[in-house]
């Protein structure tokens, strides 16, 4: 479908699941990281960059080997990707390293978006850490609040509730020599997701509104269409459309967002790029999120009426595999239950099984979300019968 040649940062599980999208529209695409990393394993080729993409000098070798340079993560050194822009600027980079600049750094990210009138979690920046500025949070917000790391953080590696103002030592030292910065608690009866497609003309197209349920801080389960009110979906939908109208450049983008109790929407984070919420477009959508990623970035098509493109009777439910806690590849028994499950289809990313490391997903597919459940609870061991 295209004859330029697409890079990408990154070779975890998100760049192995772009690979084979756009290996099934003929677009070659070469990795920048580890050798044998997820995504080279399943792209044979010599061309591939051993290397990180936090290494200005290894995204420089991947660059003058690709036309479009993308990112399967967001902690990529940006002064690089800018430099390669203005030096070469027939090099297309997406997302736009701007963006990437403003959403890897989470707390520039909320002033980004506060500044768009978007409604986020209220935040404070804590520039110099100390128990006096971390009492006066406490103050300020209240307890719990959330102690977070402006940069590299994923999976709550990054995070720590602070409690009580007797737990602010802990939260110094587990998050020591990192640039810091405390959000307000956000009291959510759930978490809501949506995937955001951005075409090169600027033009947003989202995926059904997400239900997701973390367990110690990574996401565990994900159902999709999320089980709240049509009218919530909608507002979740339009809250993720406008905030990511407000970055320049196109791709993917994952929208992560509390649903209040009170029922008020608020954004927790923007992933620009491939996100975990999203793995159930697989199966439950004509066009998956990593196809759509790769279309927008080579200015392919992308259909009008995008969302007549996921089947809106379909229901499904994602469950993350995770490395097991008791034993070396446990974790496999849940995706044989999973393969003799009717509706179900397992995904693993051929990395070393540790424990609670994201090993691998299960997609399971059904005309309810009862019938979902149902097949999950037999997957997941807590029944005996398949549904048939
Ligand atoms: P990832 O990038 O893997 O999604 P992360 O490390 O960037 O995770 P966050 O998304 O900031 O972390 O937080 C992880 C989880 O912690 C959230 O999904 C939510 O369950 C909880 N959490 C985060 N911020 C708050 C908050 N302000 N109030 C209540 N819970 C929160
Ligand atoms: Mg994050
Ligand atoms: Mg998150």
Redo the contacts with the bound molecule.
């Keep these: 479908m295209d004859s330029r040649t697409v890079g990408i940062l990154g070779g975890g599980q998100l760049g192995r699941m772009i690979v084979e999208a756009a290996s099934r529209l003929n677009v070659k695409t070469v990795i920048l990281d580890a050798p044998n990393s997820p995504a080279k394993q399943i792209n044979a080729l010599t061309e591939h960059v051993d290397g990180s993409f936090a290494n200005p000098e290894d995204i420089e070798k991947i660059a003058a080997k690709c036309d479009v340079l993308t990112v399967e993560i967001e902690h990529v050194d940006v002064p690089t990707l800018q430099k390669l822009q203005k030096n070469y600027p027939k090099l297309e980079i997406y997302p736009a390293p701007e963006t990437i600049l403003l959403i890897q750094d989470k707390y520039l990210q909320k002033e980004h978006l506060i500044k768009n009138e978007i409604a986020v979690?209220e935040s404070v920046a804590i520039p110099n850490p100390s128990e006096e500025s971390l009492t006066e949070v406490g103050s300020k917000f209240g307890y719990p609040y959330?102690l977070?790391s402006r940069t590299l953080?994923?999976?709550?590696?990054?995070?720590f509730v602070v409690k009580s103002k007797d737990a602010i030592p802990e939260a110094l030292e587990t998050l020591k020599n990192r640039p810091l910065y405390a959000?307000?608690?956000?009291p959510?009866a759930k978490?809501l997701a949506v995937m955001i497609v951005r075409s090169t003309s600027g033009r947003v197209y989202s995926y059904p509104t997400v239900e997701t349920i973390?367990q110690e801080?990574i996401?565990h389960l994900c159902y999709a269409p999320a089980r709240v009110p049509d009218s919530v979906q909608l507002k979740a939908k339009l809250l993720a459309e406008n905030a990511i109208k407000s970055f320049p450049g196109c791709g993917i983008f994952g929208v992560?967002m509390?649903y209040l109790e009170n029922g008020e929407l608020l954004i927790?984070?923007i992933?620009p790029r491939p996100h975990n919420s999203g793995h159930f477009t697989i199966d439950a959508c004509v066009t998956s999120q990593f196809e759509a990623h790769v279309r927008a970035i080579l200015g392919l098509p992308l259909p009008t009426n995008f969302s007549s493109l996921s089947t809106s009777n379909t229901n499904a439910i994602m469950l993350n595999v995770l490395g097991d806690k008791t034993a070396k590849d446990k974790e496999l028994e849940t995706c044989e239950r999973a393969l003799q499950t009717p509706g179900a289809s397992v995904y693993l990313y051929g990395k070393e099984s540790r424990p609670q490391r994201k090993m691998g997903h299960i997609n399971v597919i059904g005309s309810s979300m009862q019938q979902c459940e149902q097949k999950l609870r037999y997957i997941t061991g807590e029944t005996n019968k398949g549904s048939g």
Excluded: L, P, S
Excluded at 153 to 159: F, I, P, T, V
Excluded at 183 to 186: G, N, T, Y
């Design positions: 979690a959330m977070k953080a994923y999976d709550g590696r990054g995070n959000e307000k608690w956000a959510f978490e973390h801080n996401c992560e509390f927790n984070e992933a």
